[in-house]
């Protein structure tokens, strides 16, 4: 039943299945109807609105039925809104046009096998599409060579068989070389793996941004030359090719916006993981000014925006900027990644405002309901993470415990911190989280007396500081508020006098 609801889906709410000529249809209507208007169906519930049992034979013709008639809904032509993707929908039709053509090629007679070929040929070179535009020339050819002979259209369609056909060949490689490459990347290859397949890709395939001028084929050659940079962290690199890549689609009326969307993307990344508040800000707003609210990179902007602003000290800027963004675009429905970033900003936000560190405006109700033990309990899979969720949640919580005086429940997080850090957090990469980890630790040590945290903590954050967090390589959503910064507001909700910490039985044995 997901199949069909799926389909259904497609569709649209408002759309009325056509049932003509169709043997009692009033069994495909109603599971039609059915499918419309429940959000999670089930097999059971559907063959009841039937009067059926799920494993009927006679239910499963049904669906059967229902199925063939929504796959033939979802192909056919039909009026669509003027916002509907244009690219999308010409791409149907050439391809609607070439399957009538194929199944006239063998008339005699026809008078719409021509006008349709030279039609879906002009569409497809309009709109890019190579595979169409090779299947269009390569059956006008074969027209050209006998049936309706004549020569110089023949030339003229042989010639134009034989460039797309390289053009398709082309593609099709760079976009296989590409694949390897992110591959490599979603597997955890080797920095040298990575940045060697994404070099012997591109310099096979830089000739065909001269050669052929495609935004299709040049999108991708720019991208495998921006993974050479990403595998090693250069990110200035980055940025230099991704303005590349953007001014070369800016003069192309074929670039799509997924396009840019992606450069765009790797922009963002490059000036937050160089820490760059002056470039990054001044790009994210430039960038805000243009994009929709429903766009893959409206909330990228804001990722961008906040953590800069965050990095940078600039507590009041950071809350006044996430007090714009949209709030229908933060719902459930959001994809878990960003879902959870904005919340774990939410929560860095909420103790900067009980540190004294923002003025929230008085008619804003954001943090009057927030609680940090309910925003704990919403991850629901952060036991299992181990090197980047995990952190942040743990670090909120000691924060927390220190704010509301909860001196024992801060050494049971801290015990619990410690031994994550030794189990996930190895390497050099990860120095800066484990000297601050470390530096956390002292608190339940020195039983939360300011003058003894600082004397014993001293050469932690000095360590911590040698490693400059542009210099970390890790992913940027790692450190959200500076840890140099988070440390110092730490110290300042301490007193000079030491808490002694009340020990339950369970510990005492």
Same mark, same amino acid.
Request: proline share 2%; net charge positive; hydrophobic share 40%.
């Given at each position: 039943m997901k199949q069909l609801s799926e389909l259904v889906g497609l569709l649209g709410a408002d759309h009325a299945l056509c049932t003509c000529n169709l043997a009692n249809p009033s069994a495909l209507t109603t599971l039609y109807a059915?499918?419309?208007?429940?959000?999670?169906?089930?097999?059971?519930?559907?063959?009841?609105?039937?009067?059926? &049992?799920?494993?009927?034979?006679?239910?499963?013709?049904?669906?059967?039925?229902?199925?063939?008639? !929504?796959?033939?809904?979802?192909?056919? $032509?039909?009026?669509? &809104?003027?916002?509907?993707?244009?690219?999308?929908?010409?791409?149907?039709?050439?391809?609607? !046009?070439?399957? $009538?053509?194929?199944?006239?090629?063998?008339? !005699?007679?026809?008078?719409?096998?021509?006008?349709?070929?030279?039609?879906?040929?002009?569409?497809?070179?309009?709109? &890019?599409?190579?595979?169409?535009?090779?299947?269009?020339?390569?059956?006008?050819?074969?027209?050209?060579?006998?049936?309706?002979?004549?020569?110089?259209?023949?030339?003229?369609?042989?010639?134009?068989?034989?460039?797309?056909?390289? $053009?398709s060949r082309c593609y099709q490689d760079v976009v296989a070389r590409f694949n390897y490459v992110a591959y490599l990347r979603n597997t955890h290859s080797t920095a040298e793996e990575i940045q060697e397949a994404a070099r012997s890709a591109y310099l096979e395939h830089r000739h065909a941004i001269e050669a052929y001028d495609l935004a299709l084929i040049s999108y991708i050659v720019y991208l495998l030359e921006l993974n050479i940079h990403l595998a090693v962290h250069d990110y200035e690199a980055v940025i230099e090719v991704a303005n590349k890549g953007l001014r070369y689609l800016d003069g192309k009326a074929t670039a799509q916006p997924i396009m840019y969307q992606v450069f765009e993307a790797n922009l963002t990344v490059a000036y937050t993981q160089l820490n760059d508040y002056e470039r990054g800000t001044d790009f994210a707003r430039r960038l805000l000014e243009k994009t929709d609210p429903s766009a893959f990179n409206y909330l990228k902007v804001y990722e961008l925006l906040l953590l800069l602003a965050l990095r940078a000290g600039k507590f009041q800027e950071a809350y006044d900027s996430f007090l714009t963004i949209r709030p229908d675009t933060l719902t459930k429905n959001l994809l878990s990644y960003y879902n959870e970033t904005f919340r774990i900003i939410e929560a860095y936000l909420y103790l900067l405002v009980r540190m004294g560190q923002i003025r929230t405006h008085p008619d804003d109700r954001t943090f009057q309901r927030f609680r940090i033990n309910r925003f704990l309990n919403s991850f629901q899979f952060a036991s299992g993470e181990k090197n980047s969720r995990n952190v942040h949640l743990l670090i909120i919580e000691i924060i927390n415990h220190v704010l509301h005086r909860r001196h024992s429940k801060t050494v049971y997080s801290i015990e619990a911190i410690n031994k994550y850090a030794s189990r996930h957090l190895k390497g050099k990469s990860f120095e800066r989280i484990r000297y601050f980890l470390k530096a956390l630790a002292q608190l339940a040590t020195q039983q939360f007396h300011r003058a003894a945290v600082e004397r014993h903590t001293t050469r932690y954050i000095r360590m911590m500081r040698r490693k400059r967090i542009e210099d970390t390589n890790l992913d940027y959503y790692l450190e959200i508020v500076p840890y140099e910064m988070l440390w110092a507001l730490i110290l300042d909700e301490l007193g000079y006098k030491r808490i002694r910490i009340r020990q339950t039985g369970e510990d005492r044995k």
């Amino acid at each position: 039943m997901k199949q069909l609801s799926e389909l259904v889906g497609l569709l649209g709410a408002d759309h009325a299945l056509c049932t003509c000529n169709l043997a009692n249809p009033s069994a495909l209507t109603t599971l039609y109807a059915y499918l419309q208007h429940t959000e999670h169906p089930c097999a059971d519930s559907a063959a009841a609105q039937l009067d059926l &049992e799920a494993g009927d034979p006679a239910f499963r013709k049904v669906k059967h039925r229902l199925k063939l008639q !929504l796959f033939n809904a979802l192909t056919a $032509i039909k009026p669509t &809104e003027r916002t509907a993707d244009r690219r999308e929908r010409a791409h149907a039709y050439v391809w609607k !046009l070439i399957a $009538i053509a194929k199944q006239l090629r063998t008339s !005699l007679a026809s008078s719409v096998l021509l006008p349709y070929l030279k039609e879906a040929f002009r569409i497809a070179e309009q709109f &890019e599409l190579v595979d169409a535009a090779y299947q269009c020339a390569v059956m006008l050819r074969r027209q050209y060579a006998n049936r309706h002979f004549d020569p110089e259209k023949y030339a003229h369609y042989a010639a134009e068989a034989m460039r797309y056909q390289q $053009i398709s060949r082309c593609y099709q490689d760079v976009v296989a070389r590409f694949n390897y490459v992110a591959y490599l990347r979603n597997t955890h290859s080797t920095a040298e793996e990575i940045q060697e397949a994404a070099r012997s890709a591109y310099l096979e395939h830089r000739h065909a941004i001269e050669a052929y001028d495609l935004a299709l084929i040049s999108y991708i050659v720019y991208l495998l030359e921006l993974n050479i940079h990403l595998a090693v962290h250069d990110y200035e690199a980055v940025i230099e090719v991704a303005n590349k890549g953007l001014r070369y689609l800016d003069g192309k009326a074929t670039a799509q916006p997924i396009m840019y969307q992606v450069f765009e993307a790797n922009l963002t990344v490059a000036y937050t993981q160089l820490n760059d508040y002056e470039r990054g800000t001044d790009f994210a707003r430039r960038l805000l000014e243009k994009t929709d609210p429903s766009a893959f990179n409206y909330l990228k902007v804001y990722e961008l925006l906040l953590l800069l602003a965050l990095r940078a000290g600039k507590f009041q800027e950071a809350y006044d900027s996430f007090l714009t963004i949209r709030p229908d675009t933060l719902t459930k429905n959001l994809l878990s990644y960003y879902n959870e970033t904005f919340r774990i900003i939410e929560a860095y936000l909420y103790l900067l405002v009980r540190m004294g560190q923002i003025r929230t405006h008085p008619d804003d109700r954001t943090f009057q309901r927030f609680r940090i033990n309910r925003f704990l309990n919403s991850f629901q899979f952060a036991s299992g993470e181990k090197n980047s969720r995990n952190v942040h949640l743990l670090i909120i919580e000691i924060i927390n415990h220190v704010l509301h005086r909860r001196h024992s429940k801060t050494v049971y997080s801290i015990e619990a911190i410690n031994k994550y850090a030794s189990r996930h957090l190895k390497g050099k990469s990860f120095e800066r989280i484990r000297y601050f980890l470390k530096a956390l630790a002292q608190l339940a040590t020195q039983q939360f007396h300011r003058a003894a945290v600082e004397r014993h903590t001293t050469r932690y954050i000095r360590m911590m500081r040698r490693k400059r967090i542009e210099d970390t390589n890790l992913d940027y959503y790692l450190e959200i508020v500076p840890y140099e910064m988070l440390w110092a507001l730490i110290l300042d909700e301490l007193g000079y006098k030491r808490i002694r910490i009340r020990q339950t039985g369970e510990d005492r044995k």
